[in-house]
């Protein structure tokens, strides 16, 4: 299983900036897909950004211009650049990974990080 750490978060006042990071580890691996889902108090986790293996990313509309995913394949970490943070962007950022393994025939799995906690508030 391919393990999954963020860091990054923290207290931020609104319009301030964070960058989110997750870095795995665990082994070779063919990526599918990599992704940021946040969750905010008594809300339903939400996907926030995604980038596939091809570098095509996506985003929630509530962050699109704001919001930046990228990733350094060398280094096998995931960023999430966030600007213009609003108090609504208050949330527990979970890291998402989609990928494959080979032993006989391909398998596909996810793995997920532990969360880091984003506050905007003044």
């Known amino acids: 299983q391919v393990q999954l750490v963020e860091s990054g978060g923290g207290l931020v006042q609104p319009g301030g900036s964070l960058r989110l990071s997750c870095a795995a580890s665990g082994g070779i691996f063919r990526l599918n897909r990599m992704a940021w889902y946040r969750q905010a108090p008594e809300k339903q986790r939400e996907l926030v950004a995604t980038?596939?293996?091809?570098?095509?990313?996506n985003y929630a509309d509530s962050v699109k211009g704001r919001f930046t995913i990228s990733r350094d394949s060398a280094k096998g970490t995931l960023y999430l650049q966030m600007n213009s943070l609003k108090p609504e962007d208050t949330a527990v950022y979970y890291c998402?990974?989609?990928?494959?393994?080979?032993?006989?025939?391909?398998?596909?799995?996810?793995?997920w990080g532990q969360g880091t906690q984003v506050t905007v508030s003044s």
């Open positions: 980038i596939t293996s091809g570098g095509v990313t």
């Open positions: 998402n990974l989609q990928y494959s393994r080979y032993d006989s025939t391909w398998t596909t799995f996810t793995s």
